[in-house]
């Protein structure tokens, strides 16, 4: 199993410009979710689903979007991008039923730079 | 997601014990208490959980007192490798209170030689 698969490693855009972060993961997992992390500082949560259809908003998830046509893959949307979306973003899934620890996967990350 | 709070930085020296503490003073019934350890560059992983009591795993050890109100995360003799942020949470594990999923700025652990 590859787990949690994000594309790309890493991206520069310019102010203004849009593009999608792809995450796919091979674990039949109900719930995924998109963080990002910026220097000094913890994950703050943008975006996540508990199932294909239903998406539901963070803590920072403004200037981004994000939809759930399939159980594998939850892409990430930036529509406009502003500097201060410059950041690492992380990707993660769990499982939402039968029991176990509820334990989140990452993905490696994805370095996004906004000039 | 009960709220939690944990010290921003600690230092150790290579083969000492470290012990992380984490107060979530308003944790409910259902919630459990888990910890993730993140490198630099990676995505955080999963190191262990607890309901009550202790738990011991062949990483960690956490020991969470008769309130619950705070959990200790404790490494035996860290090494060099060890150096890395960790998180604690607090929540239900699966439908119900766990969606929302928060880690707040965790605990940056320098290991020194």
């Known amino acids: 199993n590859a787990g949690v698969t994000q594309t790309p490693k890493f991206q520069v855009l310019k102010t203004g410009q849009s593009m999608t972060l792809q995450c796919a993961q091979d674990?039949?997992?109900?719930?995924m979710s998109w963080y990002r992390q910026d220097p000094g500082m913890g994950l703050r949560l943008i975006h996540y689903s508990v199932g294909a259809g239903i998406t539901d908003q963070g803590e920072v998830p403004n200037g981004y979007n994000v939809s759930r046509s399939t159980t594998e893959d939850f892409p990430l949307r930036l529509l406009s991008a502003a500097p201060s979306q410059t950041s690492v973003y992380f990707c993660a899934s769990k499982a939402q039923r039968g029991g176990g620890t509820g334990e989140l996967f990452f993905g490696e990350g994805s370095r996004l730079t906004v000039l | 997601l009960a709220k939690t709070t944990q010290p921003i930085s600690m230092d150790s020296y290579e083969g000492q014990e470290v012990n992380i503490t984490c107060s979530h003073n308003n944790i409910a019934t259902n919630d459990y208490i888990t910890w993730y350890q993140q490198f630099p560059s990676q995505g955080p992983r999963f190191i262990i959980q607890g309901y009550k009591t202790k738990v011991t795993n062949e990483v960690a050890s956490l020991f969470i007192p008769a309130d619950r109100k705070s959990s200790t995360l404790s490494l035996p003799r860290v090494s060099l490798s060890d150096t890395a942020v960790y998180y604690c949470l607090v929540g239900e594990l699966n439908w119900g209170g766990y969606q929302k999923v928060t880690f707040g700025t965790g605990t940056k652990l320098q290991v020194i030689p």
């Open positions: 674990m039949n997992h109900e719930y």
